[in-house]
């Protein structure tokens, strides 16, 4: 099974800061990689596909970068809607795993 | 709009069944792979089981195999998981969620139902 390492696993931040979450993959995931955010109590959103492809109606201060093991999502200036844990996910083979989250949480 | 409602949940007691469904609407049910996710109280996201359009190809997680079955009845837009030998390590939120197809299908989960929760405890 493909495991997929989030890092950090916490990360505190302000509204306005660049920051960024990386996914490492066990084995090469080819640039098949999603990212989701989830707020407390409520249903996970899809952000990107294919390591890079924004949603429809996704910001634009979301963006997602890398191929193989390797990935990134960034948000350039963060919003106070921001605040949530993020999740990246292979969508490569079977079985199709899920990182351990990124809390993101305010400073 | 794209809609998934879930239901089936409830306590049930260990090595017990239940049998989830979810009802598709605003879109073609039968042209898009399903799938199932869950998620353990305070935990992360684990995926289950996929399905194909015709119910032809199905994919499990291996904590599941032999105990789950997931189904689809495109007559009635529905999608099920059959949940036998249920065991503690069960409990959790149970999403469906539809796969991005446009020309081919990947597993990126685009919409989500709200969930329904399953309690495996005695």
């Known amino acids: 099974d493909i495991q997929m390492t989030q890092s950090p696993s916490t990360l505190s931040a302000s509204v306005g800061d660049r920051v960024t979450i990386t996914c490492r993959a066990s084995?090469?995931?080819?640039?098949?990689l999603a990212w989701y955010q989830q707020k407390p109590g409520k249903v996970p959103k899809l952000l990107i596909s294919?390591?890079?492809t924004l949603e429809s109606g996704v910001p634009s201060r979301f963006s997602g970068s890398g191929s193989g093991t390797e990935f990134t999502l960034t948000i350039s200036s963060l919003q106070p809607d921001d605040f949530a844990t993020y999740y990246c996910?292979?969508?490569?083979?079977?079985?199709?795993?899920f990182g351990q989250g990124t809390r993101l949480e305010i400073k | 709009e794209v809609q998934l409602v879930e239901s089936g949940g409830g306590l049930v007691q260990p090595g017990g069944s239940l049998r989830l469904s979810c009802t598709a609407s605003?879109?073609?049910?039968?042209?898009?792979?399903m799938t199932w996710v869950r998620q353990a109280p305070g935990k992360g996201l684990e995926w289950v089981a996929n399905?194909?359009?015709?119910?032809?190809?199905?994919y499990y997680v291996d904590s599941v195999k032999g105990r789950f079955a997931i189904s689809r009845d495109n007559a009635r837009n529905s999608l099920f998981l059959q949940m036998n030998s249920l065991r503690a390590e069960d409990t959790a939120v149970y999403y469906c969620?539809?796969?991005?197809?446009?020309?081919?299908?990947?597993?990126?989960?685009?919409?989500w139902g709200q969930g329904t929760l399953v309690t495996v405890s005695s």
């Open positions: 996910q292979h969508h490569d083979s079977y079985p199709i795993t």
């Open positions: 605003g879109f073609t049910f039968s042209s898009y792979w």
């Open positions: 969620a539809r796969l991005i197809c446009s020309g081919s299908c990947y597993s990126a989960f685009a919409y």
């Open positions: 294919k390591a890079s």
């Open positions: 399905i194909n359009q015709d119910g032809s190809d199905k």
């Open positions: 084995q090469s995931i080819r640039s098949l």
